[in-house]
């Protein structure tokens, strides 16, 4: 596809690239159409594109605290969190969700991404140490391992014998992984990586985005539930999941928070969360630490161990998932752009997950299961996935 007559506002090299994008990418892997667009839900569809796994972002609880919240705005926080200090609101919160999570501190940021971030920024900028990191862990862990200057060493996913290897060559560093993985629903060997780090004198990072309010003791976790709190020195997550906010939040020592909002440049160059935000955050956290949030956690349980049974019976290979996060695997875009189209005309709804979320042979389409489904629909997913992967001719264990 040749731009150069259309876009003239574009300077050569970004002409080039935006060239590349659509020539290669949209025209030849997608067959002309942006793999975002598609068929609108309708009320009968069944949508598992959302991480609000509790479906608590629409409870009246917490609807009626933000508005309240944007009612009462005297003065919003326009500024960067770092200069929040005291009995401000966004404290209170701080203290009360490192209680939740039996934390000595915690830092609340603008984003799970820019928790992320800017934590392994401070942590590696300057200091010659290995980031021994899982392949599948979040972009957000490896940008900022970048923004720090540090070096990265991958270990293959959820191999701890690799990662021992590799440690014995590189030495004691940094150990840094997700709890439960995004892209396909695995969760990590934490009990074995917590060993690891207690041998080879390794600190060990957890992100629990994917199971913060969804595992553990009233939704605290996979490492409260683990009994390994001692070993982690830092938690984070994106509070965009289960918790329905949209905030990040890392757990960490008491010393931690000034040291991190002087040094995090994610932290001091942004403005700090809004007042309705954490007015709807401490009233989701009501909801999670609830009987309400212990009957959703179980039923949700119960629904992706029911649904990953019916799809590997059906020869549908979603070995992987070991929590509310699963995917249809198959080995081109074009292959995951088809089955989602397909899927889509059915009523069923996943999200596309291709390069930079996955390697560029392995797209995968993500469904996201949520507590409000009903036993049926599950059923009604399994019959249109055979469907689609029949008429499409893609090896049910691709």
Same mark, same amino acid.
């Given at each position: 596809m040749d731009f150069?007559?259309?876009c003239q506002k574009y300077p050569d090299f970004l002409l080039r690239k935006i060239d590349h994008?659509?020539?290669n990418r949209v025209f030849k892997e997608w067959n002309g159409r942006y793999i975002f667009e598609g068929t609108i839900p309708c009320e009968n569809s069944i949508c598992l594109t959302s991480n609000d796994y509790l479906r608590l972002s629409t409870d009246s609880h917490v609807l009626n605290s933000q508005v309240k919240a944007i009612n009462e705005i005297l003065q919003p926080p326009l500024m960067s969190a770092s200069f929040i200090c005291g009995d401000a609101p966004q404290k209170r919160l701080e203290r009360r969700l490192a209680s939740f999570f039996e934390s000595e501190s915690s830092i609340l940021c603008q984003s799970g991404y820019v928790a992320n971030l800017g934590l392994m920024q401070t942590l590696v900028e300057d200091m010659d140490v290995p980031v021994y990191i899982d392949m599948m862990a979040h972009m957000s862990i490896w940008n900022g391992i970048r923004l720090g200057g540090g070096k990265a060493v991958p270990f293959i996913h959820n191999d701890t014998s690799h990662l021992v290897r590799k440690?014995?060559?590189y030495g004691p560093g940094i150990i840094v992984v997700d709890s439960v993985y995004s892209t396909d629903g695995s969760v990590a060997p934490l009990c074995d990586l917590a060993e690891v780090?207690? +041998?080879?004198q390794c600190t060990l990072i957890v992100d629990e985005s994917h199971s913060f309010g969804t595992h553990g003791p009233n939704g605290k976790g996979l490492v409260t539930e683990l009994g390994i709190n001692e070993v982690v020195l830092l938690r984070t997550a994106s509070l965009a999941k289960a918790f329905a906010s949209r905030a990040g939040l890392i757990l960490c020592p008491k010393e931690f928070g000034d040291f991190f909002s002087v040094t995090s440049k994610p932290q001091i160059f942004s403005s700090a969360l809004m007042p309705f935000d954490i007015a709807g955050l401490d009233s989701v956290l009501d909801l999670v630490d609830s009987e309400i949030g212990g009957q959703k956690r179980v039923k949700l349980s119960q629904l992706y161990t029911q649904l990953k049974n019916l799809l590997l019976e059906a020869g549908i290979?979603?070995?992987? +998932?070991?929590s509310q996060i699963m995917a249809l695997k198959?080995?081109?875009e074009n292959k995951m752009f088809l089955l989602k189209e397909t899927l889509e005309k059915d009523g069923i709804f996943g999200a596309p997950f291709f390069a930079p979320a996955t390697p560029r042979k392995k797209p995968v389409l993500r469904f996201s299961l949520h507590s409000e489904l009903a036993y049926d629909d599950l059923e009604r997913i399994v019959a249109r996935?055979?469907?689609?992967f029949t008429v499409l001719q893609i090896n049910f264990m691709s």
């Open positions: 150069s007559k259309e994008f659509y020539g440690i014995t060559e780090a207690r +041998s080879k290979d979603v070995s992987e +998932s070991n198959v080995n081109s996935c055979i469907k689609a």
